[in-house]
């Protein structure tokens, strides 16, 4: 008899409220057309990827999968910041965090943003959207509201390389739909604020090992 490979396949899921789920294609390929989804199989393979480890230092994006092995000097992700996105998912409202950081840490914005899963706090209620930029303010919050509907828990979601216009235009369709999210705005910054107040975080230059 010929062997059925599908039955060894390795289904994604995302976290659900019941335990991890499998979004139905016609969802996951919607909601990837404006974001990337991190679900449980992102940085499990390079995919078509033949530039690993060299690619991302000529400016491409880099991948999951090389933040999975580790290849990128990530800037220090500050406590009180993992606390602030922990207490702030645990609340189930719309939330907005602003993370400014120094320019020259280009490429370590998806390494950094990435460590905001590493919270012991709350972890079935993570479930990351990233993205690169926002073009479809109402699009985008149309498909956080879905995640957030499917899985039955708050969606955290990370754009960077926006205006303040569209970030607020986000943030206010989501709040005035009641979708529980908590959104960083990731964005650059030479000097570190003197009062940036509860809600605003800066990181500093990328130095090697100092991850947390």
């Not at 950094?112 to 990351?128: E, I, N, Q």
């Not at 699009?139 to 899985?151: C, D, E, K, P």
Request: charged share 30%; net charge negative.
């Amino acid at each position: 008899m010929p062997c059925d490979d599908t039955e060894d396949a390795v289904i994604a899921s995302v976290p659900g409220h019941d335990g991890p789920i499998a979004l139905e294609r016609d969802d996951e390929e919607w909601i990837r057309e404006v974001a990337d989804l991190v679900d449980s199989l992102a940085g499990s393979s390079a995919d078509e990827l033949d530039d690993v480890g060299r690619g991302f230092l000529r400016g491409r994006v880099i991948s999951w999968f090389e933040l999975s092995l580790d290849l990128d000097v990530v800037p220090r992700v500050p406590t009180d910041l993992i606390e602030r996105v922990s207490e702030d998912l645990t609340a189930r409202d719309t939330r907005r965090i602003a993370l400014l950081h120094h320019p020259g840490a280009g490429r370590n914005d998806l390494g950094a943003t990435s460590r905001l899963g590493d919270t012991p706090r709350v972890p079935d209620a993570l479930l990351p959207l990233y993205c690169a930029s926002i073009h479809d303010e109402i699009g985008l919050a149309q498909r956080v509201g879905r995640l957030a509907q499917l899985t039955g828990l708050p969606v955290l979601l990370v754009v960077e390389q926006t205006t303040d216009v569209k970030a607020d235009r986000l943030y206010n369709r989501l709040r005035a739909d009641s979708i529980p999210a908590v959104v960083v705005v990731v964005s650059r910054r030479v000097d570190e604020p003197r009062d940036s107040g509860s809600r605003s975080f800066y990181l500093g230059p990328a130095v090697e090992g100092m991850t947390g």
